[in-house]
């Protein structure tokens, strides 16, 4: 897979896939289509002033109609400047479970 951006907010999410879609060289409304999405609504969340937001279900289509994945990466920079205010959680016994049920595909 080739690396196509690195990105840290939805911003920059926006524009990595507007991007994208001129690379492409396709039209909004075919990404709707192509997507099943609701007519208007590529234009809605991907131009400069947004007026939608790609959500649950929008991102996953848009990413798979425009051949991309998302990768989570580790920012040890981050991390480090926020570790000090991370309190540990205490243990009662109850467990989180991923979004939706589903298990993340871990990287290697």
Request: charged share 25%; glycine share 8%; aromatic share 2%.
């Amino acid at each position: 897979m080739r690396r196509i951006a690195v990105i840290s907010n939805y911003s920059e999410l926006v524009a990595v896939l507007r991007a994208r879609a001129d690379a492409l060289n396709v039209s909004n409304l075919t990404l709707d289509e192509v997507a099943g999405l609701q007519s208007g609504y590529t234009s809605k969340c991907l131009s400069l002033n947004p007026k939608r937001n790609l959500g649950r279900l929008s991102l996953g289509l848009m990413l798979s109609t425009l051949g991309l994945k998302l990768a989570v990466l580790e920012d040890k920079e981050a991390l480090a400047r926020v570790r000090p205010r991370l309190e540990p959680r205490k243990h009662n016994g109850a467990h989180r479970r991923p979004a939706g049920g589903q298990q993340a595909t871990p990287v290697r």
